[in-house]
Every structure is written in C-alpha cells, then in structure tokens.
Nanobody, 134 residues
Framework: QAQLVESGGGSVESGGSLRLSCTAS?????????MGWFRQAPGKEREGVAA???????NYADSVQGRFTISQDPIKKTLYLQMNSLKPEDTAMYYC???????????????????????????WGQGTQVTISS
C-alpha cells in the first residue's frame, strides 16, 4: 500500500523560505509515477502547485512560477518542494500526491495548474501546514 509522509512545514515571515519533503513507500508501478504538490487554504478548493512526471518534466502554477521548485531524490524516495520568496497568500496546508503515470503525457503536468479532487491521485500524504506572516 502506497504511503506518503510530508514534513518541513512551519511558520515564516514574508520573503522567507521553506523546503517541504515527502517520503514515499509502497509505490510499486514500475514505469513511474506522477508526483505533485498541492495546497488547500481554509474555505478554498485544493489546487495544484507543482507537478513532476515520470520523465522528469515539471510544471508549476502561475502563482508560484519562479519561486518554487519541485524535485526528487529517487534513491531516498523523497519528493521536495523548495519554496522561496514566500508570500502570505502561500499560507495553506500542503499535500503531496502520487499516481501511476501510465501514459507519460501531459495529464500529470496539467495537475499543477488546476483544482484537483482526492480521487485524481491514488495516494495522498497527510499534509503539512505552511503559514506565512506579513
């Protein structure tokens, strides 16, 4: 059974940086996964932040482009989200998610730029809170 565990959230001032980590286990699909970071603020829908497909291509929401970087360490089975120049509007619960990237096409990358539902991904982490003060 797939399991994702996020860490690295916290409270920082505007302009600061954080690095989120997501450690994965039980991901058994041999051709690779679509991995993504998503966030949900109180009263809002869960939205894409960044996505990484099985070929290593990435995509970002417009609101974080140039400030956030998604990456992975396959040996450590860990997904990262480096967040720089943080703004108060980045405050949210951040989740990582994984889904088998069957086609290796654009579906995965599109998830970074849309509202997502839980059923869109096979596995979700429990979330880590990020709070940015002005």
């Amino acid at each position: 059974q797939a399991q994702l565990v996020e860490s690295g959230g916290g409270s920082v001032e505007s302009g600061g940086s954080l690095r989120l980590s997501c450690t994965a286990s039980g991901l058994t699909y041999s051709r690779g996964y679509c991995m993504g970071w998503f966030r949900q603020a109180p009263g809002k829908e869960r939205e894409g932040v960044a996505a990484l497909n099985r070929d290593g291509r990435t995509n970002y929401a417009d609101s974080v482009q140039g400030r956030f970087t998604i990456s992975q360490d396959p040996i450590k089975k860990t997904l990262y989200l480096q967040m720089n120049s943080l703004k108060p509007e980045d405050t949210a619960m951040y989740y990582c998610a994984a889904d088998p990237d069957y086609g290796g096409g654009s579906w995965c990358l599109r998830q970074a730029r849309k509202v997502v539902q839980k059923e869109d991904f096979a596995a979700w982490g429990q979330g880590t809170q990020v709070t940015i003060s002005s």
